[in-house]
């Protein structure tokens, strides 16, 4: 990573491609644990189980909120003083994958060049 813009395109594909993981985690989770937590407290062990799916509820959402949004602001804070150049422009907030490349065009041209 030479420059801003560099960072910035390195933590949103690196963000994009966590998300998909992480949610199914959650869900999967939240989904194990959500018929503990509304399990009558008449059953047995169901008041002690409770005491211990709430605080892992908490926790599995806080580590996906923390992982999908704070920790990536958190690297690019860290990162941005170690860059020489902090003067370019701003990195634009569409994921690199969805900018067109102007190599595909020139490709197109040189093909068609040499088959004339």
């Known amino acids: 990573m030479r420059n801003m813009r560099d960072l910035h ?9 966590r998300v998909r993981p992480k949610i199914m985690t959650v ?5 194990g644990l959500l018929p503990i937590m509304w399990s009558p407290a008449l059953q047995a062990g169901a008041d002690v189980m409770k ?3 709430a605080p892992m509820i908490g926790g599995i959402v806080t580590s996906g909120v923390l992982e999908l949004l704070i920790y990536p602001v958190i690297y690019v804070i860290w990162r941005k003083r170690e860059l020489q150049d902090q003067s370019e ?12 490349s102007k ?7 040189l093909d068609f060049q040499f088959n004339k």
């Open 9 to 17: 395109d390195a933590v949103i594909e690196g963000a994009v491609d």
């Open 27 to 31: 869900c999967a989770i939240l989904f």
């Open 51 to 53: 005491r211990i799916a």
């Open 89 to 100: 422009e701003a990195a634009p907030l569409i994921p690199p994958a969805l900018i067109p």
């Open 103 to 109: 190599r595909k065009y020139r490709d197109k041209d």
